[in-house]
């Protein structure tokens, strides 16, 4: 542990901050201090709870490289859980396991640490294996047609549409049980042909992606890393490079969330390079270039990002209902299109242009199906007219977003309802009515939600 300690060339009090830092990126609190680092280190103590995961994930990020606990002389509790190199089945057979039934497994890597490291794609060789792996895996006994790939993707699409309009909160682990059982016992079936055996990969990592993207949306970001990890395997070994990109996507919309830009651009910048993006339909890949452009625009490539928004504008524009394209983009529309925008436009600093965009997106939603987002952009909107002193229009903004949270269960409403009450706290003992109604309804959300 010291010799990597003293690799880094931080000293223990920085580095104890750095552990604390990661431990609040994943909604816990540690008391780890200089001492403590002196204390495992002298000692070669393994340090109690989740706070050995910390440390090492704190000297990844660091080093630029993973550092694994073996390396520093700690005990993992559990292995890694997203090693681009663990067999596609078994990285599935393991989301069951944590998912459905092993509770101290589940908690395990719900206490583990959002990782950096494991935010670095593999390389272009892995990508060409995963394809040749797939065309050789010993087929099994049930027999799988295209009706079976048929009724998984319509239970795709079902719990796709509950997840926009309710939240990640709402049955997340029912996604991952039937992904888990139901959906596993196909991919080690034999199956009617070679695009059936495709299809059914395609469509389970689209199933990993949506259980990783709820619980994303949830505030289960160690878990949804998981998830998504797994997904993009699931779409290597189906040959398909626009579902490995529409995951990768949210990978980086995930790390753009937890305040990572960099690890978020080489992310998105991943998802529309080759085929991933040539190969994609239209409208997905409107949606790839928009997360791209806000990736852009967060690590202040101001002028990369417009011309990003620009092409993605043109690409949903020639976009038309019933092109051949799959079910998983169904959501992304102008709505879609223009929260994602107004998100970059905001990060360059563009407050009007951003503020314009969230009102397009609100007016052209269909909100009753797309419950979720529309509160969240409503919240946005009210937060810009909040910064520019507009108290009352953003007070009747955030009624409606609240309106809409109603039986919406997500981290990102909630985060939402945060940043009203976070906004209003200056005024809050000023006695002006409306303040004091969409506090009050903030607290109650949250309080309802926790």
């Not at 395609?202 to 998504?228: C, R």
């Amino acid at each position: 542990m010291a010799q990597v300690i003293a690799e880094t060339g931080m000293t223990q009090d920085a580095l104890a901050h750095a552990v604390r830092r990661v431990a609040a990126e994943n909604g816990e609190v540690i008391q780890t201090n200089k001492s403590t680092i002196s204390h495992w280190v002298r000692y070669g103590r393994q340090p109690s709870g989740s706070a050995g995961r910390y440390l090492a994930e704190a000297l990844s990020r660091r080093l630029g490289r993973t550092i694994t606990q073996q390396e520093i002389g700690l005990h993992e509790t559990t292995r890694d859980l997203l090693d681009w190199h663990t067999d596609t089945l078994s990285a599935l057979a393991d989301l069951g396991r944590i998912d459905t039934v092993d509770m101290d497994r589940r908690q395990a890597l719900g206490t583990a640490a959002y990782s950096l490291a494991a935010l670095v794609l593999p390389a272009d060789s892995w990508w060409t294996g995963m394809v040749d792996q797939g065309s050789r895996r010993r087929a099994g006994r049930a027999a799988v047609g295209q009706g079976d790939l048929d009724a998984v993707r319509d239970m795709a699409s079902l719990f796709s549409n509950m997840d926009q309009r309710h939240g990640g909160g709402h049955a997340r682990t029912a996604v991952a049980q039937y992904l888990t059982t139901e959906v596993s016992g196909y991919l080690n079936g034999t199956f009617a042909d070679r695009q059936v055996r495709r299809g059914m990969f395609s469509t389970a990592a689209e199933l990993a992606y949506l259980s990783g993207w709820m619980a994303f949306d949830n505030g289960e970001h160690p878990i949804a890393q998981k998830h998504f990890t797994v997904a993009v395997k699931l779409a290597a070994e189906a040959d398909d490079a626009p579902m490995a990109a529409h995951v990768m996507r949210a990978m980086a919309h995930q790390a753009n969330d937890l305040g990572h830009p960099r690890s978020a651009l080489d992310l998105a910048s991943a998802s529309v390079e080759g085929k991933r993006y040539t190969e994609a339909g239209l409208r997905e890949r409107a949606l790839l270039g928009v997360v791209h452009a806000r990736a852009l625009a967060s690590t202040g490539n101001k002028k990369a990002a417009t011309r990003a928004l620009l092409r993605a504008e043109d690409d949903l524009a020639v976009a038309q209902p019933g092109d051949d394209e799959p079910g998983r983009v169904f959501f992304f529309q102008e709505a879609s299109l223009a929260h994602e925008t107004a998100l970059a436009l905001r990060d360059i600093g563009d407050l009007d242009g951003a503020e314009q965009q969230l009102h397009r997106s609100a007016r052209t939603r269909k909100a009753a199906k797309f419950t979720r987002t529309h509160a969240v952009t409503l919240g946005y909107l009210g937060g810009i007219q909040a910064r520019q002193h507009r108290i009352d229009e953003a007070c009747a903004t955030w009624s409606a977003s609240l309106d809409a949270m109603n039986g919406v269960r997500s981290a990102r409403t909630r985060r939402a309802a945060a940043d009203m009450r976070a906004a209003l706290s200056p005024l809050r003992n000023r006695n002006i009515p409306a303040v004091t109604t969409v506090d009050k309804r903030a607290a109650a959300y949250l309080t309802a939600t926790a």
